[in-house]
């Protein structure tokens, strides 16, 4: 059977002509922006159609002006502050923008001062006490280096009558017994005995008395702690006081060690000798004065002691070969 314009029977129809791909899935999305605009959230696709700015084409490109324009902006080379022009992310990466100091490189390593005054004593006229206290400074010094290389010298020190000798020897060997064989002890095991059942329930029983009484104790413990809530807080205070007297003191201890020469090599920070003139050494006036130390050994103590640089020890010269003499034969003929 045909249908058509002129027959009774109606035309097919095709069901999947008004269906659409994903209709579901799409009728969901469009639910789901609808809620959002509701609760007025803007999609992401429409906020990144928002932000992105219309290029305008219209804009000219900036025209170099010559040189011998008269009217055109100067630039000072002699200016310290650079002018930074253009987008930051791309001179940091390009390497044109100046790296950030670090704070910390700002600090001095020491803190004290790059020149010490000497002590009123070491004048070329000084006041008598002062002199003599200086004295006194350096004999301290001098005291204890010698107790350290008498410790030394006491440490490395043998007593001669223990030297080993061949009478010695022999009488040792005289005095140890010899072991003619290995005697082996055999020990008896012993057999633990297997407890009975009445045994164990004593020890279980015994086991949960204890628990008990600890769990009462404790109990007892927290009670009493009620009424002893004042004496509490007061030990509490005298915690704290104590923290804050040890805090005031590590504070001075921290500032006490940044005078102090820190441990920047392997080898330790070794002070200038004092450079002292006895009393009888005193010249009256500048003419007199005869000059002690040196200036350069001075600096570089100084660089060491405000941790500039670190303590060094001047560098041992071995010669690799040995040192050959040869009689050269304008030598020979002259002897």
Known sequence: LASGPGSSFPMKVNVLAHQKPNAKKLRRAAQRVEQLAAKGVVPRSQKRLLNSQPVDRKVKKAETQANNNPERDFYDIWEQETKESGDPWYLQQTGKKLVKRPEKLNEKPSVLPAVEVIAAGGSYNPDFFSHQALLQEAHEVEVKKKKEEDKIEKQLAYNKEDRATEESEEEEKEETPKDDGEEVAAGAIA???????????????????????????????????????????????????????????????????KAQPRRLGKLKFQPQHMEVQLSDELAGSLRQLKPEGSVLTDRFKSLQKRNLIEPRERAKFKRRLKVKYVEKRAFREIT
Not at 236 to 257: C, D, G, P, S, V
């Open 191 to 257: 057999v633990a005995d297997k407890k009975t059942e009445r045994q164990r329930k004593k020890e279980k029983a015994e086991k949960m008395k204890e628990k008990q009484r600890l769990a009462e104790r404790r109990q007892t413990e927290q009670q009493q702690q009620l009424f002893q809530l004042r004496s509490i807080k007061t030990s509490i205070k005298q915690q704290e006081e104590k923290t804050k007297i040890r805090q005031k003191r590590r504070k001075a201890k921290e500032e006490a060690q």
